[in-house]
């Protein structure tokens, strides 16, 4: 099992940056396949980003691809998201997830989710 704490949200104008992270804890870090979600109020949570356990695979939602990086370091048991050229529709708390199983891009392929952090941009 493996628990999740994110970190790094706040207010930021449009077109600035801000970079969230995620530290787990308990066992196995490096095997887990991670995700960022993020969920709008009045909305659906909908996914952002995801990395596999190895780094060799990652996916981005096509509404954050060439503007948000994911990246892990699984010495320091940490995930990140920078996210740059933020605009006002990128509002949400943003969430953090974690699996065993294969890399996935939908709510159900993660068993593991910390608590979240807001990220609001204004105009």
């Known amino acids: 099992q493996v628990q999740l704490v994110e970190s790094g949200g706040g207010l930021v104008q449009a077109g600035g940056s801000l970079r969230l992270s995620c530290a787990a804890s308990?066992?196995?870090?490096?095997?887990?396949?991670m995700a960022w979600f993020r969920q709008a109020p009045g909305k659906e949570r909908e996914f952002v980003a995801a990395i596999s356990w190895s780094v060799r695979t990652t996916y981005y939602a096509d509404s954050v691809k060439g503007r948000f990086t994911i990246s892990r370091d699984n010495a320091k048991n940490t995930v990140s998201l920078q996210m740059n050229s933020l605009k006002p529709e990128d509002t949400a708390v943003y969430y953090c997830?974690?699996?065993?199983?294969?890399?996935?891009?939908?709510?159900?392929?993660?068993?593991?989710w910390g608590q979240g952090t807001q990220v609001t941009v204004s105009s």
């Open positions: 308990g066992r196995a870090f490096s095997g887990y396949n």
């Open positions: 997830a974690a699996d065993l199983r294969g890399i996935a891009r939908t709510r159900s392929g993660y068993n593991y």
